[in-house]
Nanobody, 116 residues
Framework: QVQLVESGGGLVQPGGSLRLSCTAS????????MGWYRQPPGRRREFIAR???????LYDVTVKGRFTISRDDAKKTVFLQMDSLKPEDSAIYYC??????????WGQGTQVTVSA
């Protein structure tokens, strides 16, 4: 049974930083590319970053240069370092394997709110 547990969200002022974590179980983590996604209020979930099993990275233009994705295969954890946060970064943040190791399954996400 696949499990994805996101953590590290919270309330932060504009310009601040947060580091999100996502711990996975139930699939061969090291064999999967991993992605971070977010769902702003009233909008669909959107892709923001990807890290391959070979440690190549890809970012959406909205976060490139501000966010950094990384992974620790021994801990089955993927991280998202978020710097220079803006109010428009406020969303629920999710991680998942690429492709989804269990189609349609998503974790509970972690809420990020950027506000003064």
């Amino acid at each position: 049974q696949v499990q994805l547990v996101e953590s590290g969200g919270g309330l932060v002022q504009p310009g601040g930083s947060l580091r999100l974590s996502c711990t996975a179980s139930g699939f061969n983590f090291r064999d999967y590319d991993m992605g971070w996604y977010r769902q702003p209020p009233g909008r669909r979930r959107e892709f923001i970053a990807r890290i391959t099993s070979g440690l190549s990275t890809l970012y959406d233009v909205t976060v490139k240069g501000r966010f950094t994705i990384s992974r620790d295969d021994a801990k089955k954890t993927v991280f998202l370092q978020m710097d220079s946060l803006k109010p428009e970064d406020s969303a629920i943040y999710y991680c998942n394997g690429i492709p989804e190791p269990q189609s349609g399954y998503w974790g509970q996400g972690t809420q990020v709110t950027v506000s003064a």
